[in-house]
């Protein structure tokens, strides 16, 4: 049966979750991007829209149009012609992972469209060509988009995800000032060289943070979930964020850090009603500056773009 | 009831583990040092032999005395004597954890003697004390000796452990050429820098180790002990080493690196028959350079000094 129009539906997610720089990331409920994939008569990809009015609408800037264009290739059928339309759910350069959505939406909406001649990790790949491009070669969103749940991503020569189980009590608190950061100048201000004794304390927390959520030890996840590499370096680009932060963890969170390059950061906590507080606490502090902040009290999304169901399929 | 006599036994281990520098640890079964710690008349720690002739027989220079010291010091019962006995089961310097296993041993049977006044988080401290004079201010290999098993440092200041699952079947060769590398001079060829690629790649690569030991999942475990920081910066300082990491591989081993600062090396594997063909393998790349090499072939060791019965005690 061929089809004539395939669509998958993304989550969002918190990348790094802390220290975890480019190599922890989770999916979160709420919002993401769905992309629906049409057979078109001219060869190639093409764009219905750009998914937002800040986006690029060429196939080859967009996200979605990237991913798509590396299936085809990938599937050896460039031949073929393949019309996107992408729904952005997603805040644009919001830290929630909106661009690598986009991207595993598209790739495997595509590859429904095609007879999925492509397995999940010639997908992942795809869709890491355009995450390369737009925002840096790195994974820790990509996989939690395509995968769902907690993953960390052990290498991506080759590539080399481990899923992660995580405590079912787990709360996190996304909180989305008004603000817009480059996810290319988020990673500028990274530094290039580390010291030592700040690579034992990543890679200390990094690892106590995986032994947390196999364990379902959410005070160990607190404790180990402290990044002073990537948070201090962006913090200065994100006006308000150390005060915010400190009111969540006044409000009872365990922990909180920038989600991904920012401008949104995450808290967590385990129950509905501190994840409730930690939210009015933060939207407080940032309304006390003049800066509009959205909020929503989220769990990990257990689905990604691989088994999250989409009935707009049809032959 | 007044102790006039006790006794602890502190296991050997892997320190590091591969890529977790500093973090990662375990205990492993075979020989240990063993610390008897006899009331004396005069005040503080004496030693009546300093466990090994290329040792200080000092007390503020060895391991036990200056563990034992600071028990001492912690418990405020600096007006006790106390006469230590070593019985060193470890090779000196030999990256089996042997000065943290004195140390560690040295600490419990003191604390044994006077009453047991302090805690574990106190006596890793105090054990800390002679590890940090003697060989840099790392827990991985006191840790293991004090709690046994597989153990992830998260923290120093304060002293954060966390105990780790490992899978039954994991099988540990240890290979001690003779060789005698300082622990000084091992650190002193870490790099102080590290560019930002390679942190993550040793963050990712830590952090999967945890997630093996969880799940047991051994080919994970293999593929995530891969250490690029502190492996090639130590290797150029034991010959042979390199090609009997290769022989082990070819072998069977699903990995293998320096244990902790060298010269011994170590490989996992998950069976005694493949262990066995290792262990072979090893010894006779150095045999071939003339280089003499013991091997054995452990197992996590459960138990360590805290939990590890010994005899020893009189009233």
Chains 1, 2 share one sequence.
Not at 102 to 121: H, T
Not at 173 to 182: E, G, N, T, Y
Not at 202 to 216: D, E, I, R
Not at 266 to 278: N, P, Q
Request: overall charge negative.
């Amino acid at each position: 049966m061929r089809l004539e129009r395939a669509a998958a539906l993304a989550p969002g997610g918190v990348g790094n979750i802390g220290p975890g720089l480019d190599v922890l990331g989770m999916a979160v409920t709420g919002p993401g991007d769905r992309v629906i994939a049409e057979r078109a008569d001219e060869p190639g990809v093409t764009m219905s829209g750009a998914g937002h009015a800040d986006l690029p609408r060429a196939a080859d800037k967009n996200a979605a149009g990237i991913a798509a264009n590396a299936v085809l290739e990938r599937a050896g059928t460039l031949r073929d012609g393949v019309r996107l339309t992408l729904e952005k759910g997603l805040p644009i350069s919001g830290g929630q992972g909106g661009s690598a959505a986009s991207a595993v939406a598209s790739a495997v909406a595509v590859n429904r469209l095609l007879g999925n001649p492509l397995d999940a990790i010639a997908l992942f790949e795809c869709a890491l060509v355009a995450e390369s491009q737009l925002s840096g070669r790195h994974g820790d969103n990509l996989a939690s988009a395509l995968f769902g749940g907690v993953i960390l991503v052990r290498s991506l020569d080759p590539v080399d995800i481990v899923s992660l189980p995580w405590p079912a009590e787990l709360r996190v608190v996304l909180a989305h000032p008004a603000q817009r950061l480059d996810t290319a100048a988020a990673r500028e201000v990274l530094p290039s060289f580390i010291d030592r004794a700040s690579v034992t304390a990543a890679m200390a927390n990094v690892a106590a943070m995986v032994a947390a959520f196999a364990s379902g030890d959410m005070a160990l996840l607190g404790r180990a979930l402290d990044d002073q590499i990537a948070e201090p370096a962006r913090a200065v680009l994100l006006p308000g964020f150390v005060e915010a932060k400190a009111a969540a963890l006044k409000a009872g969170a365990l922990a909180g850090s920038i989600s991904g390059g920012g401008p949104t950061s995450f808290y967590i906590t385990d129950s509905d009603s501190t994840a409730a507080k930690i939210a009015d606490a933060v939207r407080a502090e940032y309304d006390s500056r003049g800066i509009a902040c959205d909020t929503r009290v989220s769990r990990v999304a257990p689905k990604g773009a691989l088994t999250l169901a989409d009935d707009a399929t049809s032959a």
